[in-house]
């Protein structure tokens, strides 16, 4: 690989997501729709730390997506008016739930991890959709709204600005993947890796394998919550169908989608999937069909992802 | 009160039976092929729906006995044409595949049927109580527990004493050398699949004459499923139908003294369950990977 190649990414990506909205605009999209992407791309890439990086397949990240976000809304809506303050009471909401579970699960292994990650993260859905005085119950907690940034003397209305409320977005997304890049090249993410390739031999080096696994749970819930809290935020809106299951799916298929053993792959698998739901829901009333033969399609044909399938290209 | 409390057993009772009717075949197809079947609450929506359409034709018992066989070959083709490719790769694909195929089915049944809420008919025979004291045990609660028992007696009876029983037990512990010894291993986990489903069609007509019919019943029932096979203990199926009673019970309980945490209940159960026993009730520890 020349430097070109290898440092492309570094320099394209920042480029085309500081300047999405504009090209959205061109392209037919608007702001909210490039915050969409961001968001879930952040979720996708927080689920893909554990899934593609730590090779432990949790199918119930919409838990910790959905913490976040009740979290913030909560907050706004009952306690403080504050973003700054939303935002952190859901990361601590989805991180601790996730610190609990984690401990409770990380003895599994494969698809058995699975299934319970997927049931555990219903209790959340139940809770939501049943404690209506408090959640709103199956129509959303309703009745807020996210509120500028002030930091005297400076003030970012991120409340009636779009661009603004990107842009924040945009640096929080920064911030996240700089943190789980880093992570991912210390000697705590080689671990990682280690497990992934092969975990027995792991545990034979003396790694503590199940702290290890517990550890990028947790991170890997810890930034969904943020996406989860943000994407709150974009809607000033959030109802169930955040928790739910058919949510935890569609973040593991973008990660799927764009490429799950590369880092930015599943910011891709987003930018695709909310584009195409984008383009699908507001045509047909049957776009479960299609998202679902969706997923098909890509398990048989797809397998790798895009970032995969054109590396191999470019192999061969 | 002890009457109501006993209701509300007896109800808890009978919607376990239908859980562990639907978790047991998922359990099959998880024990030998090591896939998670999302679409098995699809596959009991439309044995419910195909019942339905059936009835005005063969009639209640007709609809119970073929729809479910229908139900069962569909699963055979899917086996065959899209979840075969799948074995032996990362389970997550096989999920993912599983996890599309629902989102297909339930839309199916919106497109063909419609997404109102249809009523299912139930013929008077069984809806009767059976005594005045105790006026919740209708006969189709009654019948649908005797039927469940009887249908999960013949399964554990194929599984212990018939030779396709066996082989599927075989083939749980270690495929390869059921494969070796000259048995066609493709055939066995297609058969396997479609009993499976098999198991989940008719979990769906019984269902349906007790909830009525909505394109949404696969997926509110599915989730119980899961949290039955994690509460028996993996890879135990008499594990898998004591935790489908377990947590059917513990819902119906739980109705009674705080009805809005009666889905919540099964979640803290699991758990409770996997704090003190991390592998479940009847699971061994060896079968975790």
């Given at each position: 690989m020349s430097w070109l190649e290898r440092h492309a990414p570094a320099i394209i990506l920042p480029a085309l997501l500081v300047t999405m909205p504009w090209w959205m605009a061109a392209a037919g999209g608007y702001t909210e729709l490039a915050s969409r992407i961001v968001i879930l791309g952040l979720a996708a890439m927080a689920l893909n730390f554990l899934l593609?990086?730590?090779g432990v397949l949790s199918f119930g990240h919409a838990a910790y997506f959905g913490l976040g976000g009740y979290g913030a809304a909560m907050t706004l809506r009952y306690l403080v008016p504050s973003s700054a303050v939303a935002i952190l009471v859901g990361v601590v909401a989805g991180t601790v739930a996730a610190a609990i579970i984690g401990a409770l699960i990380v003895k599994l292994r494969g698809v058995y991890f699975a299934m319970v990650t997927i049931a555990f993260g219903q209790v959340f859905y139940f809770v939501a959709f049943r404690?209506?005085?408090?959640?709103?119950?199956?129509?959303?907690?309703?009745?807020w709204s996210r509120l500028p940034l002030r930091a005297r003397p400076l003030t970012l209305d991120i409340q009636r600005n779009d661009l603004a409320f990107y842009f924040f977005v945009l640096a929080l997304f920064g911030l996240s993947v700089a943190a789980m890049g880093l992570l991912l090249r210390s000697p705590f993410g080689r671990t990682l890796l280690a497990i992934r390739e092969n975990e027995r031999r792991a545990r034979f080096l003396g790694i503590p394998v199940e702290r290890h696994v517990w550890l990028s749970f947790v991170i890997s819930a810890l930034f969904a919550s943020l996406a989860g809290a943000l994407f709150a935020l974009l809607n000033n809106f959030i109802d169930p169908r955040a928790l739910r299951w058919d949510q935890s799916g569609n973040f593991v298929i973008m990660a799927v989608l764009g490429g799950?053993?590369?880092?930015?792959g599943p910011l891709l698998g987003a930018g695709i999937f909310v584009v195409l739901q984008d383009f699908i829901s507001t045509r047909t009333q049957n776009w479960m069909s299609f998202v679902g033969a969706f997923f098909v399609v890509i398990v048989l044909f797809f397998p790798r992802g895009v970032l995969g399938f054109l590396r191999r290209r470019v192999a061969v | 009160m002890t009457q109501l409390v006993l209701f509300n057993a007896f109800n808890g009772l009978v919607v376990g039976a239908f859980y562990a009717l639907m978790a047991l075949g998922l359990s099959l197809i998880l024990n030998l092929s090591g896939v998670i079947n999302f679409a098995h609450g699809g596959f009991l929506a439309i044995a419910a729906y195909l019942a339905y359409s059936l009835i005005p034709r063969v009639g209640f018992w007709g609809g119970l006995v073929i729809a479910p066989l229908l139900t069962a070959v569909l699963g055979l083709v899917v086996e065959r044409l899209l979840i075969r490719r799948l074995y032996g790769r990362d389970p997550l694909y096989s999920l993912l595949l599983t996890f599309g195929l629902a989102y297909v089915f339930e839309d199916a049944t919106r497109f063909l049927w419609g997404a109102q809420t249809l009523p299912y008919p139930v013929p008077p025979s069984l809806t009767t109580p059976v005594s005045a004291t105790f006026f919740f045990l209708t006969g189709y609660r009654v019948f649908m527990v005797l039927l469940v028992a009887v249908v999960v007696t013949a399964l554990f009876f194929v599984l212990a004493r018939t030779r396709l029983g066996i082989r599927i037990r075989a083939g749980t512990q270690d495929l390869e050398t059921v494969s070796v010894l000259g048995i066609n291993v493709r055939v066995l986990r297609n058969l396997n699949f479609g009993l499976g489903v098999y198991l989940a069609g008719l979990a769906g007509v019984l269902a349906a004459g007790m909830l009525g019919l909505e394109p949404t019943i696969g997926s509110s029932l599915i989730m119980p499923s899961f949290v039955a096979i994690i509460v028996g203990g993996l890879g135990s199926l008499p594990g898998t139908l004591l935790g489908g009673l377990l947590i059917g019970v513990a819902s119906g309980v739980t109705t009674v003294f705080f009805p809005s945490a009666s889905e919540a209940v099964i979640y803290v159960m699991m758990a409770a369950v996997l704090l003190v026993r991390p592998h479940g009730l009847l699971g061994t520890a060896g079968r975790t990977a």
């Open positions: 593609g990086f730590t404690w209506n005085r408090v959640t709103g119950g199956d129509d959303g907690l309703t009745g799950m053993r590369s880092f930015w | -």
